[in-house]
């Protein structure tokens, strides 16, 4: 174990008339990739500018590295003051050279000409990353990263990442994100904090051990655990097994879904309309959406037809300017087509979440914005206690009258989800719902929408959400096309690279035929070595997915480096080892389904 680049003992902060945490210990080792993981208003931003060096503790001490550079990057970094996001990213002392940021704006796609105050929020959080990256940095402390962010820029962060050669630590919602690029975990709860040397995706089952262990000691002493205290870890693990039993009921309604669908980019006309399920609440046909005249001219939706039904959760996906939002409009009826025509249904009732959280101002209590001051809310038509509901939605319920101002960014998207569900609607329109949500709160989050009766709209770059939550995604690639696709982002992704691999069959058979012109004899069937890997490859994949799963259950014991360290090592490196065979295995089983479809079966 090498000797810590940046570390805290005995690290203690106040907040308000308590403490926030107290008697914490953390060290970051020269390459480590941490995920921070923690309930909204635990503390992790907080945490991150104490390893930073931007705020002072009340207790402890902070040691780094002589001559080491630690980089915050901030979750709503300031602009104030710097007419340009270039002003913005080369100022202060320690500014970074001009090239270097220049060079990550451009592979980022940012221009960082662009005024400062009228900026989208991801341009400025693309200038925010390209100055922190060009820094150099030996410690990048990350808060939430990935927001604001379109597929394209988290895939390539994603990519800068992968080949750091210094440590992060990373506090995020994404857990695609967080899954892939993470080896060790800070777990921030209850004013204590506890390290494991396994990356998030162990995350989960390590909680569960420790809330397990937690419950025999309480056992042991005869002490019963109090409600109010423990009532969230217990609602959390229990939220875990409710949504394996939901993400079975997803792949069931995408196959229905799918079955309901015709040719790409269309929707089956035969539905029964009497049938409750299929009830189409929107019908667009034929779209096309056109963006100035002439050359100058753009065409963002072009000849998009989709039959939207009861109970659909359908998820929007693209590049930033792809044209994610004008789809929006259109199928909320906001705008009007160039070309086509959008029906709704007149019984429609909609409920929009923006990503402004616009309704959260800061003077108002809790109580107002839930209640209008009241006791008592009516959700979906049922009267619900404020305390009661506010539980729900994994806050303490003696906190209804306070202000809003001093809630976390996180708290107030889960008080303006609590808000906007209880009203009654058919269809909900979220763009950018999971903006500053921890991962507790996504679960809930995924819950909900799962037992809304009404049609979902969704906005978003996360991955992981889409695929947990929509039965059907619309694709956007900026060419004005909209893949209709019955499943969630994964499948988009897969359909996508398949179309690719169409494309350049023809090319790759023009190239086999000889300088003579004559064709080669093309093959009919797989060799039987490429057969048989073919069916033997999925068990084998399974197999290691076993083997993976055993040693992060392994690794998920916190005293383990300490009481093994040889065997802590062996079983790193044997997961590092299991998952490049796991890639290896997936990518030649993808080449031989390709080849074995192209030949016909």
Known sequence: MSAPVLAYENLGLVQGTGWLFRHLDIYIQPKDRLALIGRNGAGKTTLLKLLAGTIDCDEGRRTIVPGARVI????????????????????????????????????????????????????????????????????????????HLDIAAIDWLEGWLARFNGAFV????????????????????????????IGFGGFEAWTDKVYEDEQRNAERLDARLKLEEHWLQRGVTGRRKRNQG?????????????????PQGTA????????ARSKVVIEAKNVSKRFGTGDAGREVIRDFSLRVTRRDRIGIVGANGAGKSTLLKLLTGELAPDEGSVRLA??????????????????????????????WIEVQGAKKHIQGYLKEFLFD???????????????????????????????????????????????LLQEVIADYDGTVLIVSHDRDFLDRTVTVTLGLDGSGRVDVVAGGYEEWQRQRAQRAEAARKPAAARASTGASGT???????????????????????????????????????????????????????????????????????????????????
């Open 246 to 262: 939901r993400l079975t009921k997803l792949h069931e309604m995408r196959a229905e879904r799918a079955s309901m669908m015709g």
């Open 170 to 197: 990373a506090i995020s919602h994404d857990r695609a994100f967080l899954t892939r690029l993470t080896r060790q975990t800070l777990w921030l709860d209850r004013g204590a904090v506890r390290r494991a040397e």
């Open 519 to 601: 064709a080669q004899k093309p093959r009919t069937k797989l060799s039987y070595k490429d057969q048989r890997d073919l069916e033997l490859l999925p068990r084998e994949i399974e197999t290691i997915e076993a083997g993976i799963a055993r040693d992060e259950a392994a690794l998920a014991d916190p005293a383990l480096y300490v009481k093994n360290p040889a065997r802590f090592a062996e079983l790193t490196a044997a997961i590092d080892a299991a998952r490049a065979r796991k890639d290896e295995a997936e990518m030649r089983w993808l080449e031989l389904a390709e080849m074995a479809e192209a030949l016909g079966g």
């Open 346 to 375: 007149k019984t429609l009732e909609a409920t929009i979440i923006d990503q402004q959280r616009s309704l959260m101002a800061p003077e108002k209590t809790v109580r107002e914005v839930l209640a209008d001051g009241g006791e």
């Open 72 to 147: 915050l990057l901030e979750q709503e970094p300031s602009m104030k003051g710097h007419a340009t996001l270039r002003d913005y990213a080369l100022a202060g002392a320690d500014a970074p050279a001009p090239h270097e940021v220049e060079a990550i704006a451009t592979q980022m796609g940012i221009d960082l000409s662009r005024d400062a105050t009228t900026a989208s929020g991801g341009e400025r959080r693309r200038a925010a990353i390209a100055r922190a990256l060009a820094m150099e940095p030996d410690v990048l402390l990350l808060d939430e990263p990935t927001n």
């Open 397 to 443: 319920p003696n906190m209804t009258d306070a202000k809003i101002g001093p809630l976390s960014g996180g708290e107030r998207s889960r008080l303006l989800l609590a808000r906007e569900f209880a009203r009654p609607s058919n269809l909900l329109v979220l763009d950018e719902p999971t903006n500053d949500l921890d991962l507790e709160t996504l679960d």
């Open 268 to 275: 089956a006309i035969s539905i029964s309309s009497d049938d």
